[in-house]
């Protein structure tokens, strides 16, 4: 799958680019500022450990990022063939799904398996 960073990183750069669609007056549809602020202090703080088995662990870390990766193509397939409306609609939800994903899935693994976290990647509370 063609893309240019892990969908840990599009994740972060999706919920950036919805800050700057908020200020710039189109409100963002499920969360707010403070949302987006405190989601990692939030998950860490509720995550139990969703998978124990360690190999088991990495195949679901390697899907949730191919997921990332997929959406992260889709978002490139879009901005190539629709309007700048089009565009900044899909990218605001794509980014709330990658930010779902990266929420309730990855960071569970990461926090009970943070050896999972790609090379390279920082996610705060865990490898930073």
Same mark, same amino acid.
């Given at each position: 799958?063609?893309s ?9 750069r ?6 700057? %669609? ?8 499920? @969360? ?26 990495l ?5 949730m990022?191919? %997921? ?8 490139? @397939? ?17 980014g ?5 994903? @990266?929420?309730?899935?990855? %960071? ?21």
């Amino acid at each position: 799958m063609a893309s240019n960073y892990f969908g840990v990183q599009a994740a972060a750069r999706a919920l950036a680019a919805a800050r700057n %669609i908020h200020r710039d007056g189109i409100a963002p549809t499920s @969360f707010n500022q403070a949302q987006l602020n405190n989601a990692a202090t939030r998950t860490l703080a509720r995550s139990g450990n969703m998978i124990e088995d360690r190999d088991l662990a990495l195949e679901v870390s390697n899907r949730m990022l191919k %997921i990332n990766a997929s959406i992260d193509d889709s978002i490139i @397939f879009v901005q190539q063939h629709c309007s700048v409306e089009e565009i900044e609609r899909f990218k605001m939800a794509m980014g709330e799904v990658m930010y779902k994903v @990266f929420e309730e899935a990855l %960071i569970p693994i990461y926090k009970k398996h943070p050896d999972l976290v790609p090379k390279g990647q920082r996610v705060s509370g865990i490898n930073d």
